[in-house]
């Protein structure tokens, strides 16, 4: 089996005898972490993918950390080194276009240190100015941090719809949700964190307090350093949530409800919802979807089925309302007066009472049915975009009525929709977000065989085209590009600052080269393996 690997451990040894050989004494590995380097096949086989299954790229070894020190101190090694060797964290590996790979080089293994630390790093505590918060390790997951964080009443505000990712990871992106259109991204709830920057130093930062660093690492991609504790402020949690759906045949008239329901977003504000989204149901395509099954009774279905073959597409705008045992009485009438003026569909509204917990983690269920059945580990080619509201409706027209059911591949596919303010994050951070004051977040999220991900592939890449050559101002979330041209024109006017603070923290170009946003031609990892 090590056939199929270009180097053995032999070739490791001798990489680190070559690297110690190159530094003083002080900066040598050999002695203190090399024995954490790891280059067996099963465990390099696993480095190699993500969950996207569509792009595998080898690393030479797989670093498992037993504290922070050791992570700082390979980066320290690499960025030290006449000849410096990539290194990207791996949390989850939850990318889906090799984000979390370095080709060559060393992926840091944040799992299996999540498991060394056994929850001791998350700790909860109160500050006079601050309130609640706490404090997390990059690599937990943000699942045990709703634990924890349960048992002292509280709970961070803004999440992902999956729970099962790390900290580092979410914020190395941005965290989006339903509940980001109130409580802003994951991003914008981060009072301070502690970052190992691309020259091995561990650096505690905030807005007030390196904040240059602070706003880079938030959204930045993994590209300044790797985050090894956040600081996220806490709320009193709610106990249960009245979680409703809408169904609409109308797109206007569906933006037009979810942006008026995102319009009172005060985190103080009693009328407010607590989380809006929205999916497509197609035509030919499944009624209850994976991520939150048998929410409509079976006693409808049909009435569901006539209305998708009807209209090809319904549209499903999704809001929940938390409480607790005082405002239980007031929760009812509440949604009665939000629901009075919506344009959805006479006699298609739909509500579930569930507990806080269930609602948070509503994704795992569907997850453990499509494990058990052999459709988790599968490609996942996903397209996750941001839309600017002016031009929202151009793009229903363009792509959901026109090039996603002319290609009719989309059906078994869960599409998300909903709206976001744009005032709620932060624009000295390193996430680009469109410009407009309300903008929508649009994902394909596809899960395909492996045989037939190209298709969607070849969609994803019509409807990148159609937003081109119509001038939809278009960005990505967990984008992909492949030259830094596209970069640029990603970052647009971040894209200089995003450049001066990449040679700034990471100068060497050393961390998630698996971006593929920065190239070096003296960065040429572990060039001791023969090609």
């Known amino acids: 089996m090590g056939e199929n690997y270009p180097f053995s451990s032999t070739y490791l040894i001798l990489l680190l005898i070559t690297i110690a050989t190159l530094l003083p004494p002080e900066h040598a590995i050999v002695d203190n972490i090399s024995h954490k380097l790891h280059n067996d096949p099963e465990t390099i086989q696993l480095a190699s993918k993500d969950y996207g299954n569509i792009v595998q790229e080898f690393p030479a070894a797989v670093f498992r950390p037993s504290s922070i020190n050791d992570i700082a101190s390979l980066i320290k090694t690499s960025y030290n080194s006449s000849v410096p060797f990539n290194i990207a964290a791996r949390g989850q590996g939850h ?4 984000q979390a790979m370095a080709r060559d080089g060393v992926v840091i293994d944040m799992s299996s240190f ?13 500050d006079p100015l601050m309130g609640y918060y706490v404090d997390v390790g990059g690599e937990q997951l943000w699942i045990d941090v709703l634990d924890a964080t349960l048992e002292h009443g509280l709970a961070p505000v803004s999440w992902t719809d999956y729970l099962y990712l790390t900290v580092g990871g979410t914020l190395s992106n941005g965290g989006i949700s339903g509940q980001a259109f109130r409580y802003g991204p994951q991003i914008s709830n981060v009072h301070e964190m502690d970052v190992i920057t691309g020259k091995g130093d561990l650096v505690t930062c905030s807005s007030q307090k390196n904040s240059e660093l602070f706003h880079a690492v938030l959204g930045g991609l993994g590209q300044f350093g790797v985050i090894a504790r956040a600081r996220i402020a806490l709320d009193p949690a709610p106990k249960r949530v009245k979680w409703v759906r809408l169904l609409y045949h109308d797109f206007s008239a569906f933006t037009k409800d979810q942006e008026r329901l995102i319009s009172m977003n005060g985190r103080k504000e009693k009328s407010a919802l607590d989380f809006v989204e929205g999916m497509l149901l197609m035509h030919q395509g499944s009624i209850n979807n994976w991520r939150s ?19 090809s597409i319904l549209y499903c705008l999704e809001f929940v309302k938390y409480y607790d045992h005082q405002s ?18 006479p006699g ?9 917990v269930e609602f948070l983690n509503r994704v795992r269920s569907g997850e453990l049915k499509l494990q058990s059945q052999g459709l988790w ?12 509201k002016s031009q929202i409706l151009e793009f229903n027209s363009g792509v959901f009525k026109d090039i996603i059911l002319k290609r009719n591949i989309t059906a078994g596919s869960l599409v998300l929709v909903y709206p976001m303010n744009r005032s709620k994050w932060d624009d000295r951070m390193s996430a680009t977000i469109p410009d407009e004051d309300v903008f929508y977040t649009v994902g394909f999220l596809h899960s395909s065989g492996f045989d037939n991900w190209k298709a969607y592939d070849a969609q994803n890449r019509e409807i990148m085209k159609f937003c081109s050559d119509t001038g939809i101002k278009v960005k ?15 970052f647009g006017t971040k894209w200089r600052i995003f450049k001066e603070r990449k040679h700034e923290f990471d100068p060497r170009m050393i961390l998630s080269p698996g971006q593929k946003i920065f190239h070096n031609n003296y960065n040429q990892p572990f060039k001791y393996f023969p090609q």
């Open 95 to 98: 990318s889906t276009r090799g």
């Open 114 to 126: 999540r498991k060394q630390r056994n929850g001791v790093a998350i700790s909860v505590s109160e």
């Open 293 to 311: 099954s048998n929410f409509f009774p079976l006693s409808d279905h049909s009435k569901i089925a006539s209305l998708m073959t009807k209209y």
């Open 328 to 345: 239980e009485k007031n929760v009812d009438k509440e949604i009665q007066d939000l629901l009075q003026g919506l344009a959805y569909i």
């Open 348 to 356: 298609f509204h739909y509500e579930k009472n569930v507990t806080y």
């Open 377 to 388: 580990d599968v490609p996942h080619p996903w397209l996750n975009l941001f839309i600017p």
């Open 476 to 490: 990505q979330y967990l984008p992909d590009h492949s030259t830094q041209e596209d970069w640029k024109i990603h």
